[in-house]
């Protein structure tokens, strides 16, 4: 019923803007897909959900090994979780699939706020997205843990994704420093045996008895996900200008997370090959 609302100057234009990948639309819209290529050459599909009322973003997709990745931008409380559903190794004694949560402090200019996010569509599903920024890898050593019956207190969301992880919630110091100044009660964390502490402590990939404790590391990359705002400029009849938005900047971003493991066991992934 839209279409004879549409003049022909406006059908053109429409055409045109065809080519784009993404539009900032009028229509709120929850979901995105969008195929990427992994780093293995692979072509996976990342789901990409917002919730403006409860100011989150989530991206999730699968790995070329099967793995399961959640990310999640807890606007509200300035936090982001990652989730790894990572398949066992079931011939070496380990269960069906293992579940790890790392959890940091949430930057303003890590991703587009929820609303923006909810506003986006798609233009031709099917292409494979590159993303126009490939920003550095993060090395982030988790040194604590965080106790999930009293995980609220940093974020809402966490007690749902990270139920299957239980003692595998990671965080870092610096997080753990920056809450405990906003009131955050202290309970909360267990402090893990640290490299400086604890020299002793080896790689994981180089401890061959599977029973020994030992630093685990897993990495993950977010391939495509909208990290900021394009804005555009225009001109009324007087000569005035203003700007308005007018699309997104896509950004890829890799995170390497070190962490303390009682046993070699909880590590399988992290073998020399």
Same mark, same amino acid.
């Given at each position: 019923?839209?279409?004879?609302?549409?003049?022909?100057?406006?059908?053109?234009?429409?055409?045109?803007?065809?080519?784009?990948?993404?539009?900032?639309?009028?229509?709120?819209?929850?979901?995105?897909?969008?195929?990427?290529?992994?780093?293995?050459?692979?072509?996976?599909?990342?789901?990409?959900?917002?919730?403006?009322?409860?100011?989150?973003?989530?991206?999730?997709?699968?790995?070329?090994?099967?793995?399961?990745?959640?990310?999640?931008?807890?606007?509200?409380?300035?936090? *982001?979780?990652?989730? +790894?559903?990572? #398949?066992? /190794?079931?011939? &070496? $004694?380990?269960? =069906?699939?293992?579940?790890?949560?790392?959890?940091?402090?949430?930057?303003?200019?890590?991703?587009?706020?929820?609303?923006?996010?909810?506003?986006?569509?798609? *233009?031709?599903?099917? +292409?494979?997205? #590159?993303? /126009?920024?490939? &920003? $550095?890898?993060? =090395?982030?050593?988790?040194?604590?843990?965080?106790?999930?019956?009293?995980?609220?207190?940093?974020?809402?969301?966490?007690?749902?994704?990270?139920?299957?992880?239980?003692?595998?919630?990671?965080?870092?110091?610096?997080?753990?420093?920056?809450?405990?100044?906003?009131?955050?009660?202290?309970?909360?964390?267990?402090?893990?045996?640290?490299?400086?502490?604890?020299?002793?402590?080896?790689?994981?990939?180089?401890?061959?008895?599977?029973?020994?404790?030992?630093?685990?590391?897993?990495?993950?990359?977010?391939?495509?996900?909208?990290?900021?705002?394009?804005?555009?400029?225009?001109?009324?009849?007087?000569?005035?200008?203003?700007?308005?938005?007018?699309?997104?900047?896509?950004?890829?971003?890799?995170?390497?997370?070190?962490?303390?493991?009682?046993?070699?066991?909880?590590?399988?992934?992290?073998?020399?090959?």
């Amino acid at each position: 019923m839209f279409a004879s609302c549409i003049s022909v100057a406006s059908v053109r234009i429409l055409t045109r803007l065809c080519a784009l990948v993404l539009l900032v639309a009028v229509g709120l819209c929850s979901e995105l897909r969008v195929r990427v290529r992994l780093a293995d050459g692979l072509v996976t599909e990342e789901v990409l959900e917002a919730d403006s009322e409860r100011d989150l973003i989530s991206v999730e997709f699968k790995q070329g090994d099967g793995a399961l990745i959640t990310f999640v931008a807890d606007f509200k409380q300035d936090v *982001k979780i990652f989730r +790894a559903l990572i #398949l066992g /190794e079931l011939e &070496r $004694g380990q269960n =069906q699939y293992q579940a790890l949560c790392f959890i940091s402090r949430l930057s303003r200019n890590e991703i587009i706020p929820s609303e923006s996010m909810a506003r986006l569509r798609q *233009k031709n599903p099917q +292409a494979i997205r #590159l993303a /126009e920024e490939r &920003r $550095g890898l993060e =090395q982030l050593t988790m040194s604590a843990v965080v106790n999930l019956t009293q995980a609220s207190q940093l974020s809402s969301h966490i007690h749902n994704m990270c139920s299957e992880a239980r003692e595998a919630i990671y965080t870092r110091e610096s997080d753990v420093k920056h809450w405990l100044d906003k009131g955050v009660d202290g309970s909360i964390f267990e402090v893990l045996p640290q490299t400086t502490e604890a020299p002793s402590f080896q790689a994981c990939h180089s401890t061959k008895d599977l029973w020994q404790p030992c630093l685990c590391t897993y990495s993950l990359r977010l391939e495509w996900y909208p990290c900021l705002l394009k804005y555009c400029r225009s001109r009324d009849t007087t000569g005035k200008s203003s700007t308005y938005k007018c699309g997104i900047k896509s950004c890829s971003k890799g995170y390497h997370f070190t962490f303390y493991v009682p046993q070699k066991q909880l590590c399988l992934w992290d073998e020399e090959t």
